[in-house]
């Protein structure tokens, strides 16, 4: 139910926005996020917003705080990518799950996933 795009390659200190198309998920009580997992290393949380009521409250890594945006426009969520980094480089990958399992930065709260889109920074 969730399919990420607008990956690519990109050069430092440029920009994208990846989209997740989230198929009713965001009409529910939810918390849609993004991660990522760079080459070797483990998958780490990068954004998460809570659609719950329309709260809006977003949470940040501190590695992207004032570089992503998160937002939710319908079934679709965002993630606008600036400033990009070389170590920004990876797959990202959207997440929802029930506000009820907790919003945040915690893979755990998170059962349904996308696919993920690549992006690479050079």
Known sequence: ????SGG????????LRLSCATFRITRSNYCVAWFRQAPGK???AVAAIRTAGGSGVQYYADSVK??????????TMYLQLGSLQD???GMYYCAA???????GLVEEYFPYWGR???VTVS
């Open 1 to 4: 139910q969730l399919v990420e």
């Open 42 to 44: 483990e998958r780490e």
């Open 116 to 118: 993920g889109t690549q």
């Open 66 to 75: 004032g570089r992503f945006r998160i937002s939710v426009n319908g079934n």
């Open 97 to 103: 799950a029930p506000v009820g399992n907790g919003c």
């Open 8 to 15: 690519g390659s990109v050069q430092a200190g440029g920009s």
């Open 87 to 89: 170590d920004d480089t």
